[in-house]
């Protein structure tokens, strides 16, 4: 059943190629996506040398920053991109385990998943060493699973609420408000010494570990440093945190249909 998804997907692609406006949004996708993937690939791929004393914490910041991406900007473009609007195919007779599976293949085919896929591999040339490179791999593969089931689960959740202006509007208001926030932080961070900031970084990264894509980066780190056992308990929780997410998934009800449009 998935397939039907996926073929779905690639053929709204195709017939948004084929229409000016369309092509014109993946021709810009794929421009904002190609300096993410360079900077992304080359900060993983660099992170784990001997000179670089941040590789565990790059790992897991940058994989959770990642799963940030992927949960916020679908919300923010909703109703942009036909595909990420679950309750369309609410009326069809499909179970809810085929729909999310369906969902969650057709989510893995489009510029942002293969964009993501590029970044997270450079860990791959980064921290792999011989049997680590499978850990890696597995590490890279969950994150990634983690990433496009939560953004559906998110989506799925706030269908309905997504329709209405005023809930746009406000969570445009909050995300540029969280930015805004980040630059701050930054901002503060830049005028502490150096190592009063690595200590904050350090703590940081050290709490966000713990969550699940903090762990899928964690896995990364540890496979590096040659810690198998710990690296492959860590992709296992995320493993199981992935298949939680997918079987909490609500299917759309057609009571979704409807909407607020103002």
Same mark, same amino acid.
């Given at each position: 059943?998935a &397939?039907?998804f ?5 053929r709204?692609?195709l ?25 992304g ?31 916020? #900007? ?8 036909e595909?990420?609007? $679950? ?5 069809? $007779? ?13 989510? +893995?085919?489009?510029?942002? $998943? ?5 970044v ?8 792999? &060493? ?16 983690? +990433? ?14 997504? &329709?209405? &202006? ?10 540029? #408000? ?27 990264a ?8 903090? #762990? ?10 040659g ?21 909490h ?14």
């Open positions: 059943m &397939r039907y996926v073929r779905l997907k690639l709204l692609i017939n948004a190629l084929r229409s000016g406006r369309g092509a014109v949004g993946l021709v810009a996708g794929f421009l904002f996506a190609v300096p993410f993937v360079i900077a690939f080359g900060i993983f791929a660099f992170a784990a040398r001997d000179e670089v004393a941040w590789a565990r914490e790059i790992a897991v910041v940058g994989f959770t920053l990642l799963f940030l991406g992927w949960v916020l #900007l679908p919300v923010i473009g909703f109703g942009s991109d595909t990420l609007d $679950p309750s369309r195919l609410a009326l069809l $007779p499909l179970t809810r385990s085929r729909m999310v599976a369906g969902l969650t293949a057709a989510s +893995c085919v489009g510029i942002p $998943p293969l964009a993501t896929l590029a997270l591999s450079g860990t791959v040339v980064g921290y792999a &060493r011989g049997a680590a490179t499978v850990v890696v791999a597995a590490a890279v593969a969950v994150e990634l699973l983690l +990433c496009v089931v939560a953004s559906r689960a998110v989506v799925t959740a706030l269908s309905r609420r997504l &329709r209405s &202006r005023k809930s746009r509007d406000a969570i445009i208001v909050g995300v540029t #408000l969280f930015a805004l926030s980040l630059q701050a932080i930054s901002f503060m961070q830049g005028n502490l010494p150096a190592a009063v900031s690595g200590a904050v970084v350090r703590r940081v050290g709490v966000l570990a713990w969550t699940p894509p903090g #762990l899928a980066g964690r896995a990364v780190a540890e496979a590096g440093d810690r198998l056992p710990a690296a492959l308990a860590a992709v296992g929780a995320v493993a199981l945190a992935v298949l939680a997410l997918a079987g998934a609500r299917a759309p009800e057609p009571g979704s249909l409807g909407g607020d449009s103002a």
